[in-house]
């Protein structure tokens, strides 16, 4: 307190406390969308593990919200039907779209085209039970959200065949 006030006697009171800027998520859209891209690969190549019986590493660290959700329920949906996934999905595109990247919490949206030729569906008798008209080539729209440090995929659903 008589700092405080000798200080004020010789105009050297402190000033209000500056509020720090908050740093954007991102530097830009482009790093964002690579950023993005590189969540869903390293998720994709987790999913893939999955179905070889790898327990690590867990796709579901890359998920939150409604992905997340989603996931959960559709793991626990496959063991009551006794289905199982067999193969492999790969990437062949990523493309972004959306980047809101001002906030310290970037919101990226994209689409991700999956060959999904090699993923087959197996009922608990080993049968393929996979959709005869599944095409070989699907799309998604994926929702991220996060910094350069945790980016994680909050929403994917199904998109036109077109966007691939």
Same mark, same amino acid.
């Given at each position: ?10 105009g ?13 998520? !991102? ?16 998720? /994709? ?12 590493? /867990?796709?579901?660290? !890359? ?8 996931d959960? =329920? ?14 492999e999905?790969?990437?062949?595109? !990523? %493309?972004?779209? /959306? ?19 090699? %993923?087959?569906?197996? /009922?608990?008798?080993? @049968?393929? @039970? ?11 729209? @994926?929702?991220?959200?996060? =910094? ?7 929403l ?9």
């Open positions: 307190m008589i700092a405080t006030a000798l200080g004020q006697l010789l050297c009171a402190p000033g209000p406390t500056p509020v720090p800027t908050p740093t954007p998520a !991102f530097a830009s859209e482009e790093e964002a969308f690579a950023a993005a891209e590189e969540v869903y690969r390293a998720y /994709n190549d987790a999913g893939n593990a999955r179905i070889r019986g790898e327990a690590e590493p /867990n796709p579901q660290i !890359f998920l939150a919200g409604l992905a997340l959700e989603s959960i =329920d559709a793991q626990n949906s496959l063991r009551e039907w006794g289905l199982r996934a067999s193969g999905a790969t990437v062949v595109t !990523f %493309l972004g779209t /959306n980047a809101s990247i001002d906030d310290r919490i970037a919101e990226v949206t994209g689409y991700v085209c999956i060959d999904v030729s090699e %993923l087959r569906v197996l /009922n608990s008798d080993g @049968v393929d @039970v996979t959709p005869p008209d599944r095409g070989d080539i699907v799309s998604q729209l @994926v929702q991220f959200t996060g =910094d350069h440090s945790r980016l994680r995929i909050t994917e659903s199904s998109a036109d065949e077109g966007s691939c």
